[in-house]
């Protein structure tokens, strides 16, 4: 059911399920998380670093272009020490040394420091493109929220239980599959963030 993103992507870590959770595996720890959007690196014309090797997982088989996909959030122990994020992947490829597609995602904290984002992944670990970034506790997930993420056309969009919190364009990928991720990084604190359930629909 499941194209993981370790087993068949190779350069990315896989997503587990346990105890009707799903989570990540622990990722690589050599080179932390510095971006501009974030505010821990100098400036915005600096490039991200990091290991990026995010845990995601796609479904297999043949899905619609036009993708709305829904999860409910578990988190616990929330904390600003790390980027805790729960991402759904829309019109996602992954292949050997291949990860293509759209990803909306939100950190798992109600401080002024959580945030949603939607980005593009471009194909290699760490190459992505920022298509919208929104700050603030109202962007953040706790523990039972319902988050959702659309695209129709070229409109992508992100939900918190119902309510539209961010939305974006663009036009590079138009098929795919969709899937869940979460962000690398995270130490031992992966199993503290997940999705107690994942349901998607797609029309052409």
């Known amino acids: 059911m499941w194209i993981n ?4 992507g190779i350069d990315w870590v896989d997503v587990v399920t346990k105890n009707g959770v799903a989570y990540g595996a622990v990722s690589r720890m050599g080179v932390a998380e510095r971006r501009a959007e974030q505010g821990n690196i100098a400036s915005d014309e600096s490039a991200p ?3 990026y090797d995010d845990p995601t ?15 409910e959030v578990f988190s616990r122990n929330q904390t600003e020490a790390y980027f805790q994020e729960v991402e ?4 996602s490829t992954i292949e050997p040394h291949l990860c293509t597609g759209y990803e909306v995602f939100w950190r798992c904290l109600k401080t002024e420091n959580a945030y949603s984002e939607i980005v593009r ?9 920022s298509l919208a970034r929104r700050i603030g506790p109202e962007y953040g997930v706790e523990d039972g929220d319902l988050v959702e993420a659309t695209i129709v056309g070229n409109v992508l969009k992100g939900f918190i239980n ?15 599959s969709p899937g869940i ?4 990084g995270v130490g031992d604190t992966n199993v503290d963030h997940g999705f ?3 349901e998607v629909e797609t029309s052409s």
């Open 5 to 8: 993103g370790g087993k068949d």
């Open 49 to 51: 670093e990091g290991d």
């Open 57 to 71: 997982a796609v479904l297999a088989g043949t899905w619609g272009s036009n993708q709305h996909a829904k999860g």
């Open 88 to 91: 759904i992947r829309l019109r």
């Open 121 to 129: 992944w471009n194909g290699k670990r760490g190459d992505f493109t």
């Open 162 to 176: 119902g309510v539209e919190v961010i939305s974006a364009t663009d036009d590079v990928f138009s098929e795919g």
């Open 181 to 184: 991720g979460f962000n690398f």
């Open 196 to 198: 107690r359930s994942f």
